[in-house]
């Protein structure tokens, strides 16, 4: 699925091809919630890192988490200008990019169902938004992105 995102005052724009569009994954930790403000949380997308187009790149920074004392790979680029979290990239999966589904402005499916991780992080005012019979797990699920994607046939093998 094409996507198109961007940042919050324009000033970075960009596209690519996403082999897992649908936002499903809720997670709780402190580095989604405060990167992504308050108590919110991020929702990453699978794409192709050789599609990306990027306009604007100028306004892009990068910020990496630090995570049991040591400095994630993992590249959270965000707008310099307005704070807007555009997507993650990792080294150690050159080949995939996870866009925010917050900076798409691309119409996304509408999930089957949601997943809530990094419950263990989630402070207590933190309102809990599930339906009542969605999975929720203390750290991560065993499923990997694309195979959930797949579960459901909604990955996107084009």
């Not at 959270?76 to 925010?100: I, K, Q, T, Y």
């Not at 996304?108 to 989630?122: C, V």
């Not at 969605?134 to 750290?139: D, P, T, W």
């Not at 499923?143 to 084009?158: V, Y």
């Amino acid at each position: 699925m094409h996507l198109r995102g961007s940042c919050h005052c324009g000033a970075v724009r960009f596209s690519l091809e996403a082999y897992a569009p649908v936002p499903y994954l809720r997670c709780y930790c402190s580095i989604c919630r405060k990167t992504g403000g308050g108590g919110g949380f991020a929702i990453n997308l699978g794409g192709h890192a050789n599609t990306l187009a990027v306009e604007g790149e100028e306004a892009i920074t990068v910020f990496h988490a630090t995570i049991g004392g040591e400095q994630s790979p993992a590249e959270r680029r965000f707008c310099a200008h307005c704070g807007s979290a555009l997507w993650v990239w990792d080294s150690r999966w050159p080949e995939l990019v996870h866009p925010f589904a917050s900076a798409i402005d691309t119409p996304l499916p509408e999930p089957p169902e949601q997943i809530h991780i990094m419950l263990e992080a989630k402070p207590e005012w933190v309102r809990l938004d599930d339906a009542g019979n969605e999975a929720c797990y203390k750290l991560y699920p065993e499923e990997s992105l694309e195979a959930w994607h797949r579960r459901h046939g909604l990955l996107d093998e084009t």
